[in-house]
C-alpha cells in the first residue's frame, strides 16, 4: 500500500514533485510507519530531472516513488515561474538528519548503505552522536560494481532484510540507489526508504557541505564543485548547467507569453 499525497504534484522539466515541506515529509514517513506502510522518497535535482528527462525507464522509477521532492533550487524556481510554486527546497542530506532525530524519537532501527568505503560506519557514529538514542541496525558500503553481479546484488539485498530496520538510507548515486530501492522495498515492505546521493558523505564528515547561505541561495553546487572539481566538473560544467538554463529559460519564456 502506498501513503497517498495530498496535493496534485507539480511537473517541472517532465517529473511530478510533491509540493511540500521537509516537516511534511517526516509526518507523512512517521504516519505510514505507524500504520505499518513503507514506501520510498526520490530527491531530484536538476542532473536526475536530466537524466529522467532523457530515459522513459527512470523517468517512471521517480514517477512511482511515494514521495517526490525537490532536492535542487533550479527546480524551485523554475516550479515559481511556471505558477505552481514548490513551498521549499527539501535536501537529501537535511531529510536524512531529520528522519534520522525522529527515528531516536520513536525508536526506529536505522540502517545505512552506500557511500564510499567506511562512510556509513563513519556517519552511524556521528548520527548517534547528533541523536542520542538512535539505533543503527546496520552500515555498509558495498564494494564497487557490486550491483552489476547478481549474486553481490543478493548478498547485500538478504543482508540489509535480515537487518529488519524501519528507515533505509541509501547512498548510491542516481539510478543506482533507485533501483535498488525498488526492489529492497519487496524484502521489506514496511519500511521507508530514501535515495539520499552523496548524503551519507556528508553525514560522516568525509565530504564538506556548502555553508547554509550558500545552500539557501541555490550555490551549494558551486560549493560542491570548488570542492571536488575532478569529479564533478563535467557533470556540472557540461551536463547539468546547459539542461537548468534551458529549463529556466523556457520557464520564464511561458511566464512572459501568459502574462
Known amino acids: 500500500m502506498t501513503l497517498l499525497v495530498t496535493a496534485e504534484r507539480v511537473r517541472v ?117 547528533a541523536f542520542p538514542g538512535l539505533r543503527i541496525c546496520g552500515a555498509h558500503a558495498p564494494a564497487h560494481g557490486f550491483d552489476s553481479c547478481r549474486e553481490q546484488r543478493a548478498a547485500v539485498r538478504r543482508r540489509v532484510a535480515t537487518a529488519r530496520p524501519r528507515l533505509v538510507f541509501v547512498g548510491l548515486g542516481f539510478p543506482r540507489q533507485d533501483l535498488l530501492i525498488a526492489e529492497l522495498r519487496r524484502d521489506l515492505p514496511e519500511a521507508w526508504f530514501l535515495g539520499c546521493g552523496a548524503a551519507l558523505a556528508f553525514a560522516a564528515g568525509m565530504v564538506p557541505r556548502a555553508p547554509w547561505w550558500m545552500r539557501r541561495a541555490g550555490l551549494e553546487w558551486a560549493f560542491r564543485l570548488a570542492t571536488e572539481p575532478g569529479r564533478l566538473a563535467r557533470r556540472y560544467l557540461i551536463d547539468d548547467l546547459p539542461f537548468a538554463v534551458r529549463l529556466l529559460g523556457r520557464s520564464l519564456a511561458a511566464r512572459l507569453i501568459r502574462r
Open 13 to 129: 522539466g517532465g517529473l511530478g514533485l510533491d509540493p511540500v515541506r521537509e516537516d511534511d515529509v517526516v509526518e507523512r514517513v512517521a504516519a505510514g510507519l505507524a500504520a505499518g506502510r513503507g514506501g520510498r522518497i526520490v530527491t531530484p535535482n536538476v542532473d536526475i530531472c536530466r537524466l529522467a528527462a532523457a530515459d522513459p525507464e527512470l523517468g517512471r522509477l521517480v514517477a512511482s516513488a511515494d514521495l517526490v521532492v525537490a532536492d535542487g533550487m533550479p527546480l524551485v524556481w523554475t516550479a515559481r515561474l511556471l505558477g505552481t510554486p514548490l513551498p521549499e527546497r527539501v535536501a537529501g542530506a537535511d531529510l536524512l538528519r531529520a528522519l534520522s532525530a525522529r527515528a531516536a524519537r520513536h525508536g526506529w532501527p536505522v540502517y545505512l548503505l552506500g557511500g564510499p568505503h567506511g562512510a556509513p560506519e563513519r556517519a552511524a557514529r556521528e548520527l548517534v552522536r
